[in-house]
């Protein structure tokens, strides 16, 4: 049986839009930072440490801040979200920390690792402590089935606690839109933007399935302006 004209119609706008999109992709617009902001954040005495330390993991793990800090919602009826788990592996000659996260999306436990060996392939040459930051946090919590994520005021740590911290470091990143996603792609940017780092190595570093995956990730440009002194007189 032939398609009808309307569905004929349907099928043809279709096909011309999609191939109007292959011809003019999407732009993405959202914001990518520096190695740099993300020291100057985890370095102000106004962050808190479980901000500081989510950061530097977001960082060093080239993860999502989503993935990282995932848990159930305010009054949502559905399973609750299972927490971070973290735990130091070996501590000499070099620190390794670590730290399962239960991805929402594939519904699966994620393993993150913070390897501060320089020799390790789990080694990030532009990593910023976040396993020294992972192991301070977990000995400074009360209890230790306490939230890893947990404020000192007790509220968690959500995505935005990350973005306002680099904010507050870098006030160029306001005019930006800096996602949960920015974290994974301003980390691997960096990688292999500034580091030149292999695609195969950050792929590995990053959890992609190959280097061909991060044609979608990697930024030509993650060089936001610095905020200098004479930015000063701008300020709010």
Request: aromatic share 6%; proline share 8%; net charge positive.
């Amino acid at each position: 049986m032939e398609p009808d004209a309307a569905t004929s119609r349907l099928v043809g706008s279709l096909v011309t839009k999609r191939i109007q999109r292959w011809g003019r992709p999407t732009i993405d617009k959202r914001g990518v930072f520096s190695r740099g902001d993300v020291v100057r954040a985890i370095s102000l005495a106004t962050v808190d440490p479980a901000v500081a330390a989510a950061t530097a993991a977001c960082w060093d793990a080239v993860s999502r801040a989503g993935s990282l800090l995932t848990r159930q919602s305010p009054g949502s009826r559905s399973d609750p979200t299972p927490r971070a788990q973290a735990r130091v592996l070996k501590r000499r000659p070099f620190l390794v920390v670590e730290l399962q996260v239960f991805e929402k999306m594939s519904k699966s436990w994620e393993r993150l690792l913070f390897d501060t060996d320089p020799s390790s392939p789990q080694y990030n040459p532009t990593a910023v402590g976040a396993a020294a930051a992972i192991e301070r946090l977990m000995a400074e919590r009360r209890p230790p089935s306490e939230p890893l994520w947990r404020k000192r005021d007790g509220t968690h740590v959500v995505p935005s606690d990350l973005v306002a911290a680099l904010q507050a470091a870098n006030p160029h990143l306001r005019m930006c839109r800096i996602t949960p996603h920015s974290f994974r792609i301003s980390a691997a940017s960096w990688l292999v933007n500034q580091a030149h780092v292999s695609r195969e190595r950050v792929a590995a570093l990053g959890r992609w399935h190959g280097p061909k995956t991060l044609d979608t990730y990697i930024r030509v440009n993650t060089v936001v302006p610095e905020f200098t002194r004479l930015d000063r007189s701008a300020m709010p």
